[in-house]
């Protein structure tokens, strides 16, 4: 694994076809000060990422952040029994063969709050997504609310089609389909956004594309620049 501060790492995984892009897949792992480990977007599981987090602590939380990260999830309780896994209320309503401990959805005294903030970034009618900062390492953990590919990921035909998504580097932003879906309620977007500028990040990780450690907020400016108006 990767470590980008004291305490988190993260683990890429291989690409999954969605789209008719090959997705890159990345988990982000926290250890939190009772040694217990916090997963974001589990990846797919193999023996050598569990011997690498038995080095770092317990597994102990699994977070599906929306409903389109979830194709691991069962796998990884099926291997931590004990463990306690977290979704959108979009995804438990999706999975219904999957055990979830609570709704990110829902406000409550979270386990691992004294390390990790989050909102529900919302006003789309497609899709939520659960954003979280890490703030011993001020790093934004997103998953696809910003997308942003090395150009060398795709080949020229899918490099074209990711442009016009506005999901390749270093110009990386939420997908055009998402953004559109905010048309009615950026305004609530913008108030999200605006909460998250308010970390002050200075790493931001994406479950997909190249990870930010200089700049972030200047990044995320530009990222959801489609929000002036707004915000």
Aim: hydrophobic fraction near 45%; include cysteine; proline fraction near 5%.
């Amino acid at each position: 694994m990767q470590q980008l501060a004291a305490d988190i790492w993260i683990e890429e995984g291989p690409s999954v076809p969605f789209l008719g892009l090959p997705f890159s897949t990345r988990m982000t792992v926290v250890r939190l000060a009772n040694d217990k480990l916090w997963v974001h977007s589990p990846i797919e599981l193999n023996d050598s990422i569990r011997a690498e987090l038995a080095n770092l602590g317990e597994l102990s939380y699994l977070i599906a952040p929306n409903h389109l990260h979830h194709l691991f999830i069962g796998d990884w309780l099926k291997a931590y029994p004990k463990a306690q896994a977290y979704g959108t209320d979009e995804l438990i309503k999706k999975r219904s063969d999957i055990r979830f401990t609570a709704s990110l959805n829902t406000a409550q005294d979270w386990p691992w709050a004294e390390q990790i903030d989050q909102l529900l970034f919302s006003g789309s009618a497609l899709m939520q997504e659960c954003v979280f900062f890490h703030r011993p390492s001020a790093t934004l953990v997103l998953t696809d609310l910003v997308e942003n590919f090395a150009p060398s990921h795709f080949n020229f035909w899918q490099r074209s089609v990711a442009k016009l998504v506005g999901i390749v580097a270093p110009n990386g932003k939420t997908p055009l389909d998402w953004r559109l879906s905010f048309f009615f309620h950026k305004a609530e977007a913008a108030k999200h956004f605006t909460q998250m500028l308010a970390w002050q990040p200075q790493k931001v990780v994406m479950a997909h594309g190249l990870v930010i450690e200089q700049d972030a907020v200047a990044f995320l400016s530009r990222s959801f620049s489609w929000l002036n108006k707004h915000a």
